[in-house]
């Protein structure tokens, strides 16, 4: 066992008596404290719960989990069971402590998992960079000067550099496939409603998705597998039959058509976003160019509606406590608040219209190629970067390509690929609502075929 063996092998040999899930958590526990002072992903660790834990899987007789003795780790927006819910902020330190685990806990627990801590993230979700204010920025393991990407920036952080082998992370407008692009790892943002929120910190709750972030595609197919079912506590979980995807992994491509999208999705790529589409399109035999319509307006919507709906949730904040925001993400807010009503109901009547166009595109493709962001991480404190020829602010701009995709809800994977850089970046493999398993069979051919693949960190350790 290394800090980088997958959750599936770890699992395996708890479940075979190879190992305890004791003493998979003790060297987890060890490897924590020596670099997540590097790395900064961690805002709790729950050492002692996470020591019991592993004492009752190895002391129960029923058979092991799927996930038995994993270690995993939840974005400090997503309730644990005697923390306060902090969403990356200043302001909900004063909350009191959460008076349970959110119901994914519960379940990644059901399966064997085993909950470590709470991970850093960008203020209230609003961030791209996993730069945060007041617990400072969580690093990318390849190049600990380089962003993790955001807002699920302590969970690519951790997972990427070995911390955990499983972490949950949420996805707004990109805040699961950015960190994946950065940190060189699998990452899933399912469709709209298919996995439960209850017991998260929203951000958005017309555009807020909960999903996972590993290094293999099995990994993140059992987890995804794990947290699949019906919840009536979130308003939008949809009442769906579970679909399991991890024993159809290795199913192949036989009958797929997969395109890799145009025009937009390639306007102002860097040529490493755009060698990594070029790699991904060659190994799956995507010859065909599509084009997905109005991409540039549908992320322009979804910038109104992420404005505003996340200005309305935190009015009373603003008014009350302005000072202990950070100043970027107050100041999005405040232009939030700005925005016309008849802006807004615009936005959402485009919103209808062009869901309906893009599922059009499923019904000649199976699955559409784009990159996950428009370049490799930068660096941490980096204001701008160039965009389509142009210098533009980066905070904003790093989700490019990720916001018109959320926009609708679609499920996406993200699979890391090296670049001449040195460092990874990722590319989106998206398919029609609740096709998460095309999607995951796509990526598992890619990683089965060495195309894509999490690097190993460049961390002592």
Not at 188 to 198: D, E, F, N, Q
Not at 379 to 406: A, C, H, W
Request: glycine share 10%; aromatic share 6%.
């Amino acid at each position: 066992m290394t800090a980088f063996t997958p959750a599936a092998e770890i699992a395996a040999a708890v479940a075979s008596g190879r190992t305890t899930a004791s003493a998979v958590m003790t060297a987890c526990l060890d490897r924590i404290e020596r670099l997540n002072p590097v790395l900064n992903a961690f805002t709790a660790v729950l050492a002692d719960r996470a020591r019991t834990r592993a004492a009752v899987v190895d002391a129960s007789r029923k058979p092991k989990g799927p996930l038995a003795g994993v270690p995993f780790a939840v974005k400090n927006l997503i309730d644990i069971k005697g923390l306060p819910t902090l969403a990356g902020s200043k302001i909900n330190r004063d909350d009191p402590p959460a008076t349970a685990d959110a119901p994914l806990i519960g379940r990644l627990e059901a399966a064997g998992a085993i909950l470590v801590g709470a991970l850093n993230m960008g203020e209230y979700a609003y961030d791209f960079t996993g730069e945060n204010a007041h617990d400072g920025p969580s690093r990318n393991p390849h190049d600990t000067v380089r962003m993790s990407g955001g807002s699920s920036g302590g969970s690519g952080s951790a997972v990427g550099g070995g911390l955990v082998p499983l972490a949950l992370g949420s996805d707004t407008n990109g805040s699961i496939r950015v960190p994946a692009s950065f940190c060189g790892l699998f990452g899933l943002k399912p469709t709209y409603g298919r996995l439960t929120r209850a017991g998260s910190f929203p951000f958005v709750s017309s555009l807020d998705h909960l999903g996972p972030l590993a290094r293999t595609t099995t990994d993140l197919a059992l987890a995804y597998d794990a947290m699949q079912g019906y919840d009536a506590a979130d308003p939008v979980c949809v009442d769906r039959p579970a679909d399991p995807v991890a024993a159809r992994l290795n199913s192949g491509l036989s009958g797929l058509r997969i395109a890799s999208a145009g025009g937009y999705f390639r306007a102002g790529a860097s040529p490493e976003a755009l060698a990594a589409l070029d790699v991904v399109a060659a190994a799956l035999a995507a010859s065909e160019t599509i084009t997905i319509p109005e991409a540039q307006r549908a992320r322009s919507a979804a910038y109104i509606i992420t404005a505003t709906e996340g200005a309305a949730l935190h009015l009373d904040r603003l008014r009350t406590r302005p000072d202990d925001f950070d100043a970027d993400v107050r100041d999005r807010l405040i232009a939030g608040t700005l925005i016309p009503a008849a802006a807004v109901m615009q936005a959402q009547k485009f919103r209808r219209w062009y869901r309906d166009e893009v599922l059009k595109l499923f019904q000649h493709v199976d699955a559409v190629l784009a990159p996950a962001t428009p370049c490799v991480a930068p660096l941490i404190g980096q204001k701008t970067f160039v965009l389509d020829g142009k210098e533009m602010p980066l905070r904003p701009n790093i989700g490019v390509y990720t916001q018109p995709i959320s926009f609708i809800g679609l499920p996406v994977v993200a699979v890391p690929l090296p670049t001449a850089a040195g460092l990874p970046i990722g590319v989106q493999i998206i398919t029609a609502p609740w096709r998460e398993d095309l999607a995951l069979r796509i990526a598992r051919t890619l990683e089965a075929s060495g195309v894509a693949a999490a690097p190993l960190p460049k961390l002592e350790g």
